[in-house]
C-alpha cells in the first residue's frame, strides 16, 4: 500500500508484469470463490477466472493517504506458516527490507504458536514494533467481571513478552468493524473503536 493522488490497484506477476485491476475484480480475486460469486457481484467473472488461473504474487494499492505522502510504504505480508512456499518466501524478503513492524494479533483466536514464531524470527530481524489486538467487538461481553477482550489482550502480552524478552508491552486494541460504522454513521462509534488513536501513534512510530 503507497501514496497515489488517486485510490488505485495493480496486479503484479511472476514474471513481473503489472496490470491495473477494477476494485470489484481485486476483491474477487482476493476472495474465496464461493464468496466472490455470491457477493462480488460487479466483478468480470471471466476476467477475474483468467487472473487467477495464470496467478499473480503482489498487489500494489494506491491510496491519498497523508499517512503514506511522507515516503511510508506498508506491506501486507502473508506470513511463514502458509502451505505456499512462496508466500514464506515473499515474507522473508519483505521482512529484510522493513524498518519497522505492525505486528496484528487476533481476541478471537488469541495469539497461537504460529504467531509466536513468525515474532520470534521477525525479532530477530527488526527492533522497532507496534503490536495491534483486532476484532475487539468480538470480545466485549463479560465473563466474571472482565471484558473477553481484555483477558486476551493481557494473554497477548505475556506470549509478546515471552517472546520479546519484556515486560507491560503496549497492544492496541481496535474493532475495524466498530470504525467502518462509525464513518458510515459519522457517530462516536468511530472513535470507541480504537482505530484514532491507533492512527495517531502509528504516525508517531513512523515519523
Not at 503507497?2 to 508484469?17: K, N, V
Not at 525479532?123 to 468480538?138: E, N, S
Request: aromatic share 6%; hydrophobic share 35%.
Amino acid at each position: 500500500i503507497r501514496y497515489a493522488q488517486q485510490l488505485t490497484s495493480e496486479l503484479i506477476f511472476h514474471d513481473g508484469h503489472s496490470e491495473p485491476i477494477d476494485r470489484n475484480d481485486l476483491q474477487a480475486c482476493l476472495s474465496d470463490e464461493k464468496v466472490w460469486r455470491d457477493r462480488c457481484k460487479r466483478a468480470d467473472i471471466e476476467k477475474v477466472k483468467s487472473l487467477l488461473k495464470n496467478g499473480f504474487k503482489e498487489v500494489r494499492i494506491g491510496v491519498p493517504s497523508r499517512l503514506l505522502s511522507r515516503n511510508v510504504q506498508i506491506v501486507d505480508t502473508p506470513g511463514l506458516g502458509s502451505v505456499e512456499v512462496e508466500h514464506g518466501r515473499l515474507t522473508r524478503h519483505y521482512l529484510a527490507q522493513c524498518d519497522a513492524a505492525l505486528f496484528l494479533v487476533s481476541t478471537d483466536p488469541p495469539m497461537g504458536e504460529r504467531e509466536m514464531t513468525f515474532l520470534q524470527y521477525a525479532a530477530g530481524i527488526l527492533d522497532k514494533f507496534l503490536f495491534v489486538q483486532t476484532k475487539r467487538d468480538l470480545g466485549e461481553r463479560d465473563e466474571r467481571g472482565e471484558l473477553v477482550w481484555r483477558r486476551v489482550l493481557r494473554e497477548n502480552q505475556e506470549r509478546i513478552g515471552e517472546v520479546m524478552g519484556v515486560h507491560n508491552v503496549e497492544i492496541h486494541a481496535v474493532s475495524a468493524l466498530k470504525a467502518a460504522r462509525g464513518l458510515r454513521t459519522q457517530s462516536r462509534v468511530y472513535y470507541e473503536s480504537g482505530v484514532p488513536s491507533l492512527r495517531d501513534k502509528l504516525e508517531r512510530f513512523l515519523a
